[in-house]
């Protein structure tokens, strides 16, 4: 799972940026690409947030999920429940 802000001056959603950092749709798109996931990510959008998600092997996904007018987390619980809503979804199995 990957939480950005789109309007981080650090690392922008395109890539580029203070530090050259390559765009973070198409990263994750290799990480899901090379985690056998399927090719096609479904879309859920909303007025504050756009999800793009991979369904993967064995029931795991991979997610980006763009913030909207957000800079970064606030804080290390600044995205806890996106986090938690991503990690309840996918339960480990032993």
């Not at 765009?23 to 756009?50: G, M, P, R």
């Amino acid at each position: 799972m990957h939480i950005h802000g789109d309007l981080d001056p650090l690392f922008p959603i395109q890539g580029g940026g203070k530090l050259n950092t390559p765009n973070i749709y198409y990263s994750v798109l290799d990480y899901a690409k090379a985690n056998s996931c399927n090719s096609s990510s479904a879309a859920n959008s909303t007025s504050e947030e756009q999800q793009f998600i991979w369904n993967c092997p064995n029931g795991s996904q991979v997610q980006a999920s763009q913030l909207f007018g957000r800079i970064r987390m606030n804080g290390p619980m600044g995205h806890s429940k996106e986090i938690l809503r991503f990690l309840f979804a996918h339960p480990r199995t032993p």
